[in-house]
């Protein structure tokens, strides 16, 4: 059974600092990586795409792909208390046929 | 805007009866489809790849003759679920990769919340 494996949290920050997303993954011929944000009661936005390591910017966000640690993450900057949310990572099965979740992580930005 | 559409947003049924909810990607033909279920605090989890023209691929532990699937057209597909029981009380996602590729981000629909009383 492939796995994406995320902290359920909470990870709480306080607004403006950086909050640490992190996802490990365990089918080693993934090769799309994506992070959604989901609202209590409401369905995924995505929020990034990477799909070669490194670093990826977008905005406030920037997404770490290690494919030899079978690693992903997200770092949102200046966070806000809008940020209140659960994250959720996407690793695609290795046939590219469809997307598994992660748990996902709830991030809560205090004011 | 919304690129795939979701309907109904919210349903209340009777144990017993059944439930079509609809997935229509807007713009762009989606020769793939995925419904997706998520009970509280939980994850999504796929229960099957909706194909056009072609059987729906039904995940491990989902009853395909429970949650039927029919995807009759590039834009449409939808998802029945027959003799609805309260454990069957969920939030039902349907998505649509992006551009209908199927290694592309997905898009998703509002969602379903299905409360069989």
């Known amino acids: 059974q492939k796995e994406v494996e995320q902290n359920s949290g909470p990870l709480s920050v306080p607004e403006g600092a950086i909050a640490s997303l992190n996802c490990t993954y365990s089918d080693r011929g993934s090769q799309s990586f994506f992070w959604y944000r989901q609202y209590s009661g409401k369905s995924p936005e995505l929020i990034m795409s990477?799909?070669?390591?490194g670093d990826k910017e977008d905005g406030r966000f920037t997404a770490q792909l290690n494919k030899a640690s079978q690693y992903v993450s997200l770092l949102i900057r200046d966070s806000q208390p809008s940020d209140s949310a659960t994250y959720l990572c996407?690793?695609?099965?290795?046939?590219?046929?469809?997307?598994?979740f992660g748990k996902g992580t709830t991030l809560s930005v205090s004011s | 805007g919304a690129v795939v559409s979701q309907h109904p947003s919210r349903v209340i049924c009777k144990s017993g009866t059944s439930v079509k909810i609809e997935c229509r990607s807007l713009?762009?033909?989606?020769?793939?489809m995925f419904w997706y279920r998520q009970f509280p605090k939980k994850s999504l989890m796929l229960m099957a790849t909706?194909?056009?023209?072609?059987?729906?691929?039904?995940e491990q532990g989902v009853e395909k003759d429970k949650f039927l699937i029919n995807h009759a057209s590039l834009t449409l597909s939808t998802l029945t679920v027959t003799s609805a029981h309260p454990e069957d009380s969920s939030f039902y996602i349907c998505s649509a990769p992006q551009g209908g590729q199927g290694n592309s981000p997905l898009h998703f629909g509002n969602g379903t919340r299905l409360t069989v009383t």
């Open positions: 990477i799909y070669s390591n």
């Open positions: 713009d762009f033909q989606a020769t793939t």
């Open positions: 909706s194909n056009e023209g072609s059987k729906a691929t039904y």
């Open positions: 996407a690793v695609n099965n290795q046939a590219g046929t469809a997307l598994i």
